[in-house]
T-cell receptor
């Protein structure tokens, strides 16, 4: 079993829809949770960052962390064609002086005009 | 502007040749990383460095080498021992201990 599981998609939705992207994980030591957006042939850019459980909102984006269920989500409201990209979840822990960082496989999202 | 600069953006190499990818950051981050990304796949860690003059192998280090002589620089050499080097290579740096990674634009290596 992978340490972080993310549905690779592809996911295709109409413009204006609410999008839900999810990841599950198995390592309870993870404390920091991130979502990255990657456009084709570009490096990933940090979209959202959360620490421990809870919600964080930034414009049309909401990141949710449920540590008890080992489940994180990214919601995109009023989706736009410019949101079409691959979304990667990532989580990290700092243990014994070393950073442990694990990525999900990425979900390819297409928003259709 | 603070950020991570990778060069070259595109690189072609003949089989049997070594090639070095450059990565420079001016974010004053201690940790730096190299990832490989293949089509339809996630990121795989090649090497990482948490401090100058120290680095560790990641999950797929065979056929690669790195150095960390300066805080700002973390070059990656793809050697002729790497069996399947054609890929998209990403360099990143991070804040310790939170692990927020900041990526460069990537270098696409094609072996002819």
């Amino acid at each position: 079993q992978k340490e972080v599981e993310q549905d690779p998609g592809p996911l295709s939705v109409p413009e204006g829809a609410i999008v839900s992207l999810n990841c599950t994980y198995s390592n309870s030591a993870f404390q920091y949770f991130m979502w990255y957006r990657q456009y084709s042939r570009k490096g990933p850019e940090l979209l959202m960052y959360t620490y421990s459980s809870g919600n964080k909102e930034d414009g049309r984006f909401t990141a949710q962390v449920d540590k008890s269920s080992k489940y994180i989500s990214l919601f995109i409201r009023d989706s736009q064609p410019s949101d079409s990209a691959t979304y990667l979840c990532a989580m990290s822990a700092y243990q014994q002086g070393a950073q442990k960082l694990v990525f999900g496989q990425g979900t390819r999202l297409t928003i259709n005009p | 502007d603070g950020g991570i600069t990778q060069s070259p953006k595109y690189l072609f190499r003949k089989e049997g040749q070594n090639v070095t990818l450059s990565c420079e950051q001016n974010l004053n981050h201690d940790a730096m990383y190299w990832y490989r990304q293949d089509p339809g796949q996630g990121l795989r860690l090649i090497y990482y460095s948490q401090i100058v003059n120290d680095f560790q192998k990641g999950d797929i280090a065979e056929g690669y080498s790195v150095s960390r002589e300066k805080k700002e620089s973390f070059p990656l050499t793809v050697t002729s021992a790497q069996k399947n080097p054609t890929a998209f290579y990403l360099c990143a740096s991070s804040i310790v201990p939170t692990g927020e990674l900041f990526f460069g634009e990537g270098s696409r290596l094609t072996v002819l």
